[in-house]
């Protein structure tokens, strides 16, 4: 959307019915299950502007009830394939806990990819997962003890000297912003901005960012090898 989406407020409702982007069955290309098979559902809308972000997530007129989402995920889902991964946008913009609860009772294992902004009461299961990518200085106290890594999007243009992270806004290019920092202790991964015609010093800025300070590269997979 490269900061020309609108700002979408958290929505109040039962969680029966989404707004949905798409449903796609790919490889999961970042974070803890980088290289796994996948069903990504791609929520509609998000609460945030960034503008380097290419994703599109506001061209869907699609609101499926529950039972039509999950058909849709058991029909592009191999057998092989176990691991739903909600994203957006910002999936926490909607009520997904409704449907994270069917999809755990199915057996799957669940991930949420969020910017942590915005929290939910969301289940305690060993199948859910949250990974955070700040793109703000701060994320709900709510959220941050639930989160099982954190993933930065490294600009080679705004990192910080001291500890390898982002150090720029995401909202308006050229600003200042320290972005969250997470807790001592927290598993963190850096991935590379796939900005137009910097690509490859944003690698360089993100390999060198893990080796320095132990964490762990990310790069975008699926885009790599050509998969949505």
């Known amino acids: ?8 407020t958290q929505e109040a409702g039962d ?18 299950f980088s290289g796994q098979p996948a069903v990504f559902i791609r929520t509609a809308g998000c609460n945030l502007r960034c503008f380097w972000c290419d994703t599109d997530f506001e061209s869907s007129e699609w609101r499926p009830d529950l039972s039509e989402i999950t058909a849709t995920v058991e029909s592009l889902r191999p057998a092989h394939c176990d691991l739903i ?16 609860r069917i999809l755990l009772s199915k057996g799957y294992r669940v991930q949420i990819e969020t910017n942590g902004t915005l929290w939910l ?20 106290s709510d959220l941050v003890e639930r ?15 001291e500890d390898g992270l982002p150090s720029g806004s995401t909202q308006l290019a050229d600003r200042p912003s320290r972005l969250f920092r997470p807790p001592d202790g927290a598993t963190i991964y850096v991935s590379p901005c796939d900005e137009r015609g910097q690509l490859e010093a944003n690698i360089k800025a993100a390999t060198e960012s893990a080796l320095k300070h132990g964490y762990r590269l990310s790069l975008q997979t699926h885009k790599i090898i050509g998969l949505p």
């Open 1 to 8: 959307m490269f900061g020309k989406n609108p700002v979408r």
């Open 15 to 32: 969680g029966q019915r989404l707004w949905i982007q798409e449903v796609f069955y790919t490889l999961q290309g970042e974070g803890p």
């Open 85 to 100: 991964v909600i994203t957006g946008g910002e999936p926490m913009r909607q009520n997904i806990v409704p449907l994270i």
């Open 121 to 140: 009461d969301l289940p305690e299961h060993e199948n859910l997962s949250i990974i955070c990518s700040p793109k703000t200085p701060t994320i709900s």
């Open 147 to 161: 989160i099982d890594a954190f993933k930065y999007v490294v600009l080679h243009t705004n990192m910080d000297s």
